[in-house]
């Protein structure tokens, strides 16, 4: 028997609902990226008694996606792209996530690096002439000149990293780096005296810095692009010796334009990232300033058509692009 207003059974069945029923600890989150023939998961936590899940597209439960994760393989726009929740429930009650959208094939054209900031641009799949043409044997084409086609979209970095990125993600590295290696110090300086090497330590470091982060989409990574990958990016679609054309002077890239390196009236010196005209895809700085390093061992081009080449397996040299100041 209970005392003079203490508390109800209605109040106790509450207090005791409220414990018994399911809750959500952790809601679905769709990937920001996702391409045709990926796998995606989404994934759910929920705590409670006896919990009964179901999972829901655009308002509709989805048959036989009863479990806490839902895998959806070899994804495609027409069947997928949808506003998904999950229903938990058991005899107390039940309770639904809120929708999140997966849109299949979102190729935003742009992706930011969230921790340091890095604007990217994306570059669609597609086929280019690779390499120059030789002006002395008066043809249009030669060896030093093959198709290439580049079957996957990829992101690129729209300028070279700075100095400011660069200490960012490098401060306080294992391997003992100077996280501030640059000659011509400025946050929005490209960074210069780096090694190749170094830059797989900084790409390893980024990456584990956006994967902790929860923003690394799955099967994507930060790496250097291939050569063929950085030529397409910087021809953007042109077939001239320069994205501009073929001419090249004091206003189109900062470079060596008068002189020897110690004379003459040009900078002699890198200079603030994003000086110069973008080429037409929005990228900066693929010609001056820095050197830039791409994955591949130094090696002769190959000849004939090439799909996603890589260079050679191995080499006692990697390739950098672009030159310098």
């Not at 009863?66 to 309770?95: A, C, M, P």
């Not at 010796?241 to 390196?261: E, P, T, V």
């Not at 001056?288 to 890589?310: C, I, R, S």
């Amino acid at each position: 028997e209970m005392a003079q207003n203490t508390i109800t059974t209605a109040q106790l069945n509450e207090q005791i609902l409220k414990y018994l029923k399911p809750e959500i600890t952790i809601a679905p989150q769709a990937p920001g990226l996702v391409f045709h023939g990926q796998t995606v998961t989404l994934l759910s936590r929920a705590e409670g008694k006896f919990l009964n899940y179901q999972w829901h597209k655009n308002g509709q439960p989805i048959a036989g996606a009863t479990g806490y994760r839902y895998v959806i393989r070899d994804i495609n726009k027409t069947q997928h792209d949808g506003n998904y929740s999950l229903v938990v429930s058991n005899d107390f009650g039940s309770i639904s996530t809120q929708p999140t959208s997966l849109v299949v094939d979102g190729t935003p054209t742009n992706h930011t690096v969230a921790s340091i900031g890095m604007d990217m641009i994306f570059c669609p799949p597609g086929t280019f002439t690779m390499g120059s043409p030789t002006s002395e044997t008066g043809r249009g084409e030669d060896e030093t000149q093959h198709q290439v086609t580049l079957s996957h979209g990829f992101y690129l970095g729209k300028y070279e990293v700075t100095q400011a990125q660069y200490q960012t993600v490098m401060n306080g590295n294992p391997s003992g780096l100077n996280a501030s290696p640059s000659q011509f110090a400025g946050n929005n300086r490209p960074v210069e005296k780096v090694s190749w090497e170094d830059a797989q330590i900084f790409l390893s470091r980024l990456n584990s810095m956006e994967q902790t982060a929860g923003r690394l989409p799955n099967g994507w990574k930060y790496v250097l692009p291939t050569e063929a990958e950085w030529e397409y990016a910087c021809r953007a679609g042109t077939t001239t010796a320069y994205s501009w054309g073929n001419d090249i002077n004091s206003s189109r890239a900062n470079y060596n334009w008068d002189g020897a390196h110690n004379t003459g009236n040009d900078f002699k010196q890198t200079v603030n990232i994003g000086q110069f005209s973008a080429n037409p895809w929005g990228f900066y700085d693929m010609h001056g300033n820095v050197w830039e390093w791409v994955q591949d061992w130094k090696a002769n081009y190959l000849t004939g058509a090439q799909t996603d080449p890589e260079g050679p397996a191995s080499g006692s040299n990697r390739v950098k692009r672009g030159g310098s100041w």
